[in-house]
């Protein structure tokens, strides 16, 4: 089973700069099959990035997703304040979905 | 639009029982697989069951094989879950999701593009 750990469990950033969330896979896995949601406080996930690098319909560019193997990356180029939430990273594999545990990205 | 609506959540006590269903409008239900996830209170993300497009396979995680079934109504457009012998670490959001496939035909790779609102379960006595 594939565990993804994200890094680091909170980001305090101010709206403006730039953010990085970083997920690291137990074992190489396919970038065909890593994506990123983002979750604010009462909603459901909201897709972000699937394919590793692929941003899902009408995520603004300001969002992109890099990496290959065991290191994956998702970077926020300038933060808005609405990009404040959490981040999770997500594998599928073999019928199954395993998600890291989150990248809460606070107001500095 | 793309609507999943959950409904049927609730308190439930130890080793009971709870059925939960999600409609689905917007979209061709009976061609996307399905899945259910959940989300404990304060905690992140797992992924709890998925049903193919036709509902012929069905996929269950580790922590809940055996006492949760997943089904689907595609006349209906609706996917259900099943809970049985409820324990107090099953309290979560549960959440439908839809199924987009990725990587090639037959896709070898899905992700959730649609996520319902999700419903509430508290198992406590």
């Known amino acids: 089973e594939i565990v993804l750990t994200q890094s680091p469990g909170t980001l305090s950033l101010s709206p403006g700069e730039r953010a990085t969330l970083s997920c690291w896979a137990s074992?190489?896995?396919?970038?065909?099959?890593l994506a990123w949601y983002q979750q604010k406080p009462g909603q459901a996930p909201r897709l972000l990035i699937y394919?590793?690098?692929s941003r899902a319909t009408g995520i603004p560019d300001r969002f992109t997703g890099t990496g290959s193997g065991t290191d994956f990356a998702l970077t926020i180029s300038r933060l808005e304040p609405e990009d404040f939430a959490v981040y999770y990273c997500q594998h599928y594999g073999s019928s199954r979905w395993t998600f890291g545990q989150g990248t809460k990205v606070e107001i500095k | 639009e793309v609507q999943l609506l959950e409904s049927g959540g609730g308190l439930v006590h130890p080793g009971g029982s709870l059925r939960l269903s999600c409609v689905a409008s917007g979209f061709t239900f009976s061609s996307y697989a399905m899945s259910w996830v959940r989300q404990a209170p304060g905690k992140g993300l797992e992924w709890v069951s998925a049903?193919?497009?036709?509902?012929?396979?069905?996929y269950y995680a580790d922590s809940v094989k055996g006492r949760f079934t997943i089904s689907r109504d595609n006349s209906k457009n609706t996917l259900d879950l099943q809970m049985n012998s409820l324990r107090a670490e099953d309290t979560a959001v549960y959440y439908c999701a839809k199924e987009s496939p990725y990587g090639g035909n037959p896709a070898r790779f899905y992700y959730f593009d649609y996520w319902g609102q999700g419903t509430l379960v508290t198992v406590s006595s």
């Open positions: 049903m193919s497009n036709s509902g012929s396979a069905t």
């Open positions: 394919g590793a690098s």
């Open positions: 074992q190489s896995v396919s970038s065909n099959s």
